[in-house]
């Protein structure tokens, strides 16, 4: 029952709720007593031979409101219960989602997508489960249950009472043993569930990949796989959960036995009348229900556990990138400053980068290349601090990055990167992420900036055209002049293209480029590319391998040195001269 201690503060906020719910409950416990009191008196006026039309008529009459009264209560608890457990859900999905957006890289190499979704979804739903009918069945078990026995004792005989308890105290034993048992193999379960909800997730992202490789049938082959140890992971709760009813109802079935038993004796002793043994077999026939809500009670708590465990330490991971040292809101502007003496990623054995000192003057460009691995995109991930610099200093205007608020620094960058993420929805609404109360007129003035507008126009429903999932329906050259766009739209301080021109031919890159230079005059670019023809044009170019600074300076310069940036751009203009059939000038 610890779940419930655990979410005292919920039941602390929801009181109103929960108080009245448990009140009206309390009052349909107590109603429902009545109808086995009326049929013992009926019973015994038959015996009697003193039952009357009236008499008849008037307790059928009490019998009636006594249904709509709890008719209508029954209403007004599932209500306030179910309703404060609902808006638990609500709190707890809106914290993990609130816990996801606001989490570093870091935590996103140590989490699965598709363990998170089951956070947000299974574990959840198990712990809305114990808020409400959890809460349902501890009152109704103890009211309900509490209610028949005092009134059996007291209205009829205690000594029948204790006698017909007497086998409860095993069945309390047997349900703790399995609720324990319970409880580890749903935690069991539950790691499995997210191992499929992983399985589906990447499965449905990389189909295309699946299908271009022909490695359908391994993939379903995996997922069955996967799916077979979910299902025998369940089988096992579900062995277990099992136990119960059938445990309770043999209990309660030796209750009814001894009961019959000896309240025949007492009968026939004249002890007790026909009438008061009817009632009395009733009221246990109601125990059947707190009983094996008590059961139940068991297997909702202990599934509820696990899950609020499981959210309890994901919402416990603390944020590596906060505001505690910040004390700059004003959007970050300025000359940039990057010294970096050495930077390693947590739990890596490789340092990344190492002696990397730059100063870049507002309103230059950056060319960051190198070779694959060389530590570019690490360096625009320090800039932004998605990491903090463990050895050496970043600065924006002489302030360090870790003292802008990140939603200063936020504000300040416009990011481009590799892999372009496109939401399902129409291209200006993907356009205007960057900036929702943007109007048309400034979406279709990025898209031209970016050079994309033309294609985006040759589309049936042009800005109202709806892209798949991640942008599927366009092709890579679309998507990243679509990101450009995006990025453009909010004007930033610093735009970052993170080698996002790829996918673009020569002549479109140009025209990109050379709309950056005439419409961001005085604003600060950095761009990482693999094809050097993106940086040719920039102010200052620096070449990186395994994470040193191995090259500096202009095109110009860089190409009088004929060192590795001479080479590449050599070779990079060969293959292009190649490509296009001619021949070079």
């Not at 400053?337 to 002696?355: K, Q």
């Not at 190409?559 to 203009?573: A, F, I, K, P």
Request: charged content about 20%; proline content about 2%.
């Amino acid at each position: 029952m610890s779940v419930f201690k655990d979410l005292k503060w919920f039941f602390k906020e929801e009181r109103f709720a929960y108080g009245m719910g448990i009140l009206v409950l309390a009052f349909v416990s107590i109603f429902t007593l009545l109808p086995p009191y009326i049929v013992g008196v009926i019973v015994d006026h038959i015996a009697e031979q003193s039952l009357t039309t009236s008499i008849l008529l008037m307790w059928v009459g009490v019998l009636i409101a006594v249904g709509l009264l709890v008719y209508v209560l029954r209403f007004v608890w599932r209500i306030m219960i179910f309703g404060a457990a609902i808006r638990l859900a609500r709190l707890l999905r809106n914290q993990l989602y609130g816990h996801f957006t606001n989490m570093s890289s870091k935590f996103y190499q140590r989490q699965r997508t598709g363990d998170l979704m089951a956070h947000a979804t299974n574990d959840i739903r198990a712990v809305q489960a114990t808020a409400g009918q959890g809460v349902l069945t501890l009152v109704d078990s103890l009211t309900m249950g509490g209610f028949v026995i005092l009134t059996m004792a007291l209205t009829i005989s205690w000594e029948l009472t204790l006698i017909s308890l007497i086998p409860m105290p095993f069945m309390a034993l047997l349900t703790s043993y399995y609720g324990t048992l319970l409880h580890k193999r749903f935690h069991v379960a539950q790691a499995a569930f997210s191992e499929l909800n992983d399985t589906v997730q990447e499965s449905v992202t990389g189909v295309r990949v699946a299908k271009a490789f022909g490695q359908e049938e391994r993939e379903i082959e995996g997922f069955r796989s996967k799916s077979e140890e979910v299902v025998q992971k369940n089988v096992a709760v579900a062995k277990v959960d099992a136990l119960f009813d059938p445990t309770i109802s043999f209990i309660v079935g030796i209750s009814y036995f001894l009961a019959v038993v000896f309240g025949a004796r007492y009968v026939i002793a004249d002890e007790l009348t026909i009438g008061q043994l009817t009632s009395f077999t009733i009221y246990l026939g109601l125990l059947i229900w707190p009983m094996l809500a008590f059961g139940w009670l068991f297997n909702i708590v202990e599934r509820g556990r696990a899950s609020y465990d499981r959210i309890s330490n994901l919402l416990s991971e603390k944020q590596d990138i906060t505001d505690e040292q910040a004390s700059v809101t004003t959007v970050a502007k300025g000359d940039i400053e990057i010294a970096v003496d050495s930077f390693t990623y947590p739990g890596a054995n490789v340092t990344s980068l190492r002696n990397v000192h730059v100063h870049l003057q507002e309103g230059q460009t950056l060319g960051v290349v190198g070779k694959t691995g060389s530590g570019k995109s690490t360096l625009i991930r320090l800039l932004q601090r998605e990491y903090d610099v463990s050895e050496g200093t970043i600065t924006i205007d002489g302030v360090p990055v870790n003292e802008y608020s990140l939603d200063a620094l936020k504000k300040a960058f416009g990011l481009v990167p590799q892999e372009h993420f496109l939401f399902s929805a129409t291209i200006a609404d993907n356009v205007a992420f960057a900036k929702p109360e943007a109007s048309f007129k400034e979406i279709v003035a990025a898209c031209e900036l970016a050079n994309i507008h033309e294609d985006i126009t040759r589309f049936d429903q042009g800005y109202d055209t709806v892209v798949g999932e991640r942008g599927v329906t366009l092709s890579g050259g679309q998507k990243q002049r679509i990101s450009i766009a995006r990025a453009l739209l909010s004007h930033p301080n610093i735009l970052i293209l993170d080698d996002s021109l790829s996918a673009v031919d020569a002549k479109t890159e140009e025209q990109i480029l050379t709309s950056l230079r005439e419409n961001r005059e005085g604003k600060t670019t950095i761009i990482t590319a693999h094809r050097l023809s993106a940086i040719k044009h920039a102010d200052l170019i620096i070449v990186l391998s395994d994470g040193d600074i191995i090259e500096r300076g202009t095109h110009t310069n860089l190409m009088d040195e004929n060192g590795w940036y001479r080479s590449m751009y050599d070779q990079q203009q060969l293959e292009s001269v190649v490509r296009e059939g001619g021949e070079e000038e």
